[in-house]
């Protein structure tokens, strides 16, 4: 029996703003900046704008600040912060809110500008209280704990992990929005320098500016709208741990329940899935999702990303836009990964569109390694 969301509502508008560099831009604008493009993008505009869900690295109360900033009065709102799987959760819950005629337009919406403001959150993200007493970097050093267990465990190795951001590279190369355009070697991600031990410099996300913005609507009202409607088939979340030292499996994301349960909302599987964007804070982290969503079993993910298998031409096309270790990062990535799995449904990725996708997956990682949250997109053709 069908799952009573699956394909109720769809995505109308996509929208960006200000990726890599935004000089003298704010958070809050590079927000606006995107959602004025979202709405366009859709034929519609702020005043159609009933529900809102916004975030920023700067504000605790980003919704607040945003429908003032926007100038709308919203029926729905929430202000979520689970890190970068905040904005496919939002998602879910923008689903529910229209399917109970709480809203008819929903917004999601985010800015930062991390990397011309030197990173500075304004301290909204708290340090680990168990964990700081070691003195940790943060977020790496979680992540590279994570690596390691890797590679005593399953063999992986710092090549197979290279691999993850040459593949990266290859598609950023192919997508005139990347922040970073220039393609590297397997031998020069390995000579790059180790930040945390096993993770170098290349292992670890860019630091961007960025705003990105999605309109969703009822999947009959999409219809009706300018862009081809893509839907949402399945999300669902899972939450193990916030410190990493509490996380009960160094090798095991809550990625292996949240992706089973999106699946099983979409009535699909992994093996029809056509275009897979991760979110890769980190190069490990590609590894674990691939093996936590079933795309691979536990322990060959270092294999499954090995000879190019992610890169364009690769058997599974994966962050076909570049992800954050080519494209974009401006501190939390989630809505740029479905981003990028919209356009690529549409067919309007460029140079780096694949032939014909029906379904693709969009998961995102908030904390460290501790908020999974699965979404898969589909046409109409999967309806």
């Known amino acids: 029996m069908a799952h009573p969301l699956r394909g109720k509502v769809a995505v109308s508008g996509i929208g960006s703003a200000g990726i890599g ?25 702020l005043k159609d704008v009933d529900g809102l869900f916004a975030t920023t690295g700067s504000h605790y109360f980003a919704t607040m600040s945003a429908a003032e900033y926007l100038g709308i009065r919203p029926k729905f ?10 904005f496919m959760s939002q998602v879910l819950q923008a ?7 709480l809203c008819e337009v929903a917004l ?4 930062s500008n991390a990397r011309t403001n030197g990173g500075d959150h304004a301290g909204l993200i708290e340090t680990p209280e168990w964990e700081q007493q070691y003195k940790p970097r943060i977020p790496i050093s979680g992540y590279a704990m ?14 197979q992990l290279a691999e993850v951001v040459v593949a990266a590279r290859k598609w950023g190369a192919m997508n005139p929005e990347a922040f970073v355009q220039k393609p590297i ?23 961007t500016d960025g705003g990105a913005a999605m309109v969703l609507v009822s999947a009959e009202r999409a219809k009706d709208l300018q862009q081809k409607p893509v839907y949402m088939l399945g999300t669902a979340g899972a939450m193990w741990h916030r410190q990493i030292d509490q ?8 990625a292996s329940e949240s992706g089973p349960r999106a699946f099983e909302m979409a009535g699909l599987t992994p093996n029809d899935v056509d275009v897979i964007q991760l979110y890769d804070a980190f190069t490990i982290n590609v590894i674990l999702f691939l093996e936590d969503l079933g795309f691979c079993p536990k322990g060959e993910g270092g294999r499954f990303v090995s000879n190019g298998n992610l890169a364009p031409g690769g058997d599974r096309p994966v962050n076909t836009n570049g992800g954050g270790l080519s494209c974009v990062h401006p501190g939390m990535y989630g809505l740029f990964c479905m981003l990028e799995a919209v356009k690529q449904l549409r067919g309007q990725a460029g140079d780096r569109q694949l032939d014909t996708p029906e379904v693709a997956l969009a998961h995102g990682n908030g904390g460290t390694l501790s908020s999974q949250v699965t979404t898969i997109f589909g046409t109409e053709a999967v309806l």
């Open 95 to 101: 689903a529910m809110a229209i399917d109970a005629g």
């Open 77 to 86: 709102t929430n202000c979520d912060m689970n890190g970068g799987s905040t």
């Open 108 to 111: 999601i919406c985010y800015g």
């Open 247 to 254: 996380m009960p499996n160094l090798t095991v994301t809550a």
């Open 185 to 207: 070697s397997i031998e020069e991600a390995m000579q790059a320098k180790i930040i945390s031990e096993p993770l170098s410099a290349l292992d670890c996300c860019l630091v």
């Open 146 to 159: 994570a690596a390691a267990r890797h590679m005593h465990e399953y063999g992986t190795t710092r090549e």
């Open 21 to 45: 560099e935004a000089p003298g831009w704010s958070p809050l604008e590079l927000l606006g900046a995107a959602s004025v493009n979202a709405l366009a993008d859709a034929g519609l505009s």
